[in-house]
Nanobody, 123 residues
Framework: QVQLVESGGGLVQAGGSLRLSCAAS????????MAWFRQAPGKEREFVAA????????LNADSVKGRFTISRDNAKNTVYLQMNSLKPEGTAVYYC????????????????WGQGTQVTVSS
């Protein structure tokens, strides 16, 4: 079992930045692909970014390319999401997720989830 706890959310103005963290416990994340998803009110949960086991490969949703960066520190058992140039449509609960081995973008393929952290972007 892997337990995931997100932090770093908050209220930010459009154009601002936030850095989300996802701290894992229970097992080392070195055996898991990690990802960030988000869910806005009334909408389905959507893929944001994912990173491979070693951190050598990343994948971003088109909507965040060039603005968001996912990274990981396996020694600290932590994954990060640096979010720059935030837009009001980025307002959502952001979730960290883990799955064995490969990167994936589908919600249903992830085995472990955190409780989420709220990000609110004001215009």
């Amino acid at each position: 079992q892997v337990q995931l706890v997100e932090s770093g959310g908050g209220l930010v103005q459009a154009g601002g930045s936030l850095r989300l963290s996802c701290a894992a416990s229970g097992r080392t994340i070195s055996g898991y692909a990690m990802a960030w998803f988000r869910q806005a009110p009334g909408k389905e949960r959507e893929f944001v970014a994912a990173i491979s086991l070693s951190g050598g490969s990343t994948l971003n949703a088109d909507s965040v390319k060039g603005r968001f960066t996912i990274s990981r520190d396996n020694a600290k058992n932590t994954v990060y999401l640096q979010m720059n140039s935030l837009k009001p449509e980025g307002t959502a609960v952001y979730y960290c997720a883990a799955r064995v081995k490969r990167i994936a973008t589908m919600v249903a393929t992830y085995d472990y989830w955190g409780q989420g952290t709220q990000v609110t972007v004001s215009s």
